[in-house]
């Protein structure tokens, strides 16, 4: 096979996991309602879901950036593989015994997959093609995330959410017997999707571990690389962008896990007719990020970053204001504006970091905790105030500080490309 090939078909491949840990993500917030009534969680303990998930992303990064120094991107995305499959097979256990923290440790499980595989596919999609390119490219790539974002929240409204609401009235009118038997059946509900998951999941991982694949080889000149000694967070474009991804990760599960909560707040619509709301939102987050790709042949990155972080503060103003349908199309609208948010901040936090890329790359993934932070935050702020509305506020905060990182990244790195080579696997 020739080289372009080679390239071309290690694209599509790694292209594909994008869409894979797109559709993981994506179920939690069908998980977080799914689960609140199963067991009977509050908001706050419901966030929990999102805590467990990016909890991992903080703690594996660095292993997994070490991992893949010592052993290369492809055990380390077969490895993350296998990791994402045990963990959806826990989820089977998990609901068999009803039992709320086995279900996180399940979500722990998949998620520290996840960080193995986003630490390498993210640089390894930046890095395969011309540097100027790149922030366009990882974007590209992240549509299929965005495709799968679409697809997630439709997948869990047919096979996970049964429609069934649990209010005080019909529990008041239920004996402890009948209580515990509809939520094991709510429980039992996950068992068989999750099992499909796993298996869909090896099966890549096989498919993997027999292509040869391109390994990525930083540049190490001296216009492009860390000087030897000089301490990683001196670099102003990595520093700005690990706490820009920090609050966007935070903001981006913020809005998403709490939008089924929120229609059924400001609008009393069904968790059925919310989560095909949240897959349209999705489907916007997808069409968002092809759009945005788009729009960076003519408009700078960190100018378009800019832009639409100050579109999301005025449309979460409206959510938090005004809710009812008006709240909900602009949530919908903030998930649009979203979209080429995390591979625009990954790309321009990697810049300038030379044979420093692969660990610039697993400090951006650890950044990634925001997701299991702010929900908590948010998910407090729902219990003590009542109200899920106002609780919006979290993530119109968190808008601000990349909206800072976009301007000083236009402002220092006008006429800055980093270069990134790569060059076959042996």
Same mark, same amino acid.
């Given at each position: 096979?020739?080289?372009?090939?080679?390239?071309?078909?290690?694209?599509?491949?790694?292209?594909?996991?994008?869409?894979?840990?797109?559709?993981?993500?994506?179920?939690?917030?069908?998980?977080?309602?799914?689960?609140k009534k199963a067991c009977q969680l509050t908001d706050m303990q419901s966030a929990f879901i999102d805590s467990s998930f990016f909890i991992a992303y903080f703690l594996i990064a660095l292993p997994a950036g070490?991992?893949?120094?010592?052993?290369?991107?492809?055990?380390?995305?077969?490895?993350?593989?296998?990791?994402?499959?045990?963990?959806?097979?826990?989820?089977?256990?998990?609901?068999?015994?009803?039992?709320?923290?086995?279900?996180?440790?399940?979500?722990?499980?998949?998620?520290?997959?996840?960080?193995?595989?986003?630490?390498?596919?993210?640089?390894?999609?930046?890095?395969? #093609?011309?540097?100027?390119?790149a922030a366009q490219r990882l974007n590209f790539a992240q549509s299929f995330n965005g495709l799968a974002a679409t697809l997630a929240p439709l997948f869990g409204r047919s096979f996970i959410l049964s429609g069934n609401q649990l209010t005080q009235e019909t529990k008041a009118g239920?004996?402890?017997?009948?209580?515990?038997?509809?939520?094991?059946?709510?429980?039992?509900?996950?068992?068989?999707?999750?099992?499909?998951?796993?298996?869909?999941?090896?099966?890549?991982?096989?498919?993997?571990?027999?292509?040869?694949?391109?390994?990525?080889?930083?540049?190490?000149?001296?216009?492009?690389?860390?000087?030897?000694?000089?301490?990683?967070?001196?670099?102003?474009?990595?520093?700005?962008?690990?706490?820009?991804?920090?609050?966007?990760?935070?903001?981006?599960?913020?809005?998403?896990?709490?939008?089924?909560?929120?229609?059924?707040?400001?609008?009393?619509?069904?968790?059925?007719?919310?989560?095909?709301?949240?897959?349209?939102?999705?489907?916007?987050?997808?069409?968002?990020?092809?759009?945005?790709?788009?729009?960076? *042949?003519?408009?700078?990155?960190?100018?378009?970053?800019?832009?639409?972080?100050?579109?999301?503060?005025?449309?979460?103003?409206?959510?938090?204001?005004? #809710?009812?349908?008006?709240?909900?199309?602009?949530?919908?609208?903030?998930?649009?504006?979203?979209?080429?948010?995390?591979?625009?901040?990954?790309?321009?936090?990697?810049?300038?970091?030379?044979? *420093?890329?692969?660990? #610039?790359?697993?400090?951006?993934?650890?950044?990634?905790?925001?997701?299991?932070?702010?929900?908590?935050?948010?998910?407090?702020?729902?219990?003590?105030?009542?109200?899920?509305?106002?609780?919006?506020?979290?993530?119109?905060?968190?808008?601000?500080?990349?909206?800072?990182?976009?301007?000083?990244?236009?402002?220092?790195?006008?006429?800055?490309?980093?270069?990134?080579?790569?060059?076959?696997?042996?």
């Amino acid at each position: 096979m020739k080289k372009t090939q080679r390239y071309t078909f290690a694209v599509v491949l790694i292209t594909s996991l994008f869409f894979l840990w797109g559709f993981a993500h994506n179920l939690n917030p069908i998980l977080i309602p799914h689960l609140k009534k199963a067991c009977q969680l509050t908001d706050m303990q419901s966030a929990f879901i999102d805590s467990s998930f990016f909890i991992a992303y903080f703690l594996i990064a660095l292993p997994a950036g070490m991992f893949m120094k010592r052993y290369g991107y492809k055990a380390g995305i077969c490895f993350g593989l296998l990791l994402f499959a045990a963990g959806a097979f826990l989820f089977y256990p998990a609901a068999s015994i009803r039992d709320f923290g086995f279900f996180l440790l399940a979500l722990f499980v998949i998620a520290s997959g996840l960080t193995f595989l986003e630490t390498a596919a993210n640089p390894y999609i930046n890095a395969l #093609g011309d540097p100027s390119k790149a922030a366009q490219r990882l974007n590209f790539a992240q549509s299929f995330n965005g495709l799968a974002a679409t697809l997630a929240p439709l997948f869990g409204r047919s096979f996970i959410l049964s429609g069934n609401q649990l209010t005080q009235e019909t529990k008041a009118g239920m004996s402890p017997g009948e209580l515990n038997a509809f939520l094991n059946k709510e429980a039992s509900a996950v068992q068989i999707p999750y099992l499909v998951i796993g298996l869909v999941v090896l099966l890549f991982a096989f498919i993997i571990w027999r292509t040869s694949l391109p390994e990525i080889a930083e540049d190490t000149t001296e216009a492009n690389e860390i000087k030897p000694g000089t301490s990683i967070w001196k670099e102003k474009n990595l520093v700005g962008g690990v706490l820009a991804q920090f609050f966007y990760v935070g903001a981006q599960v913020c809005v998403g896990s709490f939008f089924i909560r929120y229609c059924g707040f400001v609008a009393a619509i069904d968790e059925k007719a919310a989560a095909l709301y949240l897959s349209i939102a999705l489907l916007g987050f997808m069409i968002g990020r092809f759009f945005g790709t788009f729009l960076m *042949k003519y408009i700078k990155p960190s100018t378009l970053l800019f832009v639409y972080s100050v579109v999301n503060i005025i449309l979460l103003l409206v959510v938090i204001m005004y #809710g009812k349908m008006l709240g909900i199309y602009s949530l919908i609208g903030v998930e649009f504006f979203m979209s080429i948010m995390f591979p625009t901040i990954f790309s321009l936090g990697l810049e300038g970091l030379g044979r *420093k890329t692969k660990q #610039g790359s697993s400090l951006l993934i650890m950044s990634i905790v925001g997701g299991a932070l702010l929900p908590l935050l948010m998910g407090r702020v729902s219990d003590a105030s009542k109200s899920i509305q106002i609780a919006y506020a979290v993530p119109a905060i968190c808008f601000i500080p990349i909206a800072y990182f976009a301007a000083r990244f236009a402002y220092r790195n006008r006429n800055n490309i980093t270069a990134v080579k790569v060059q076959p696997a042996h």
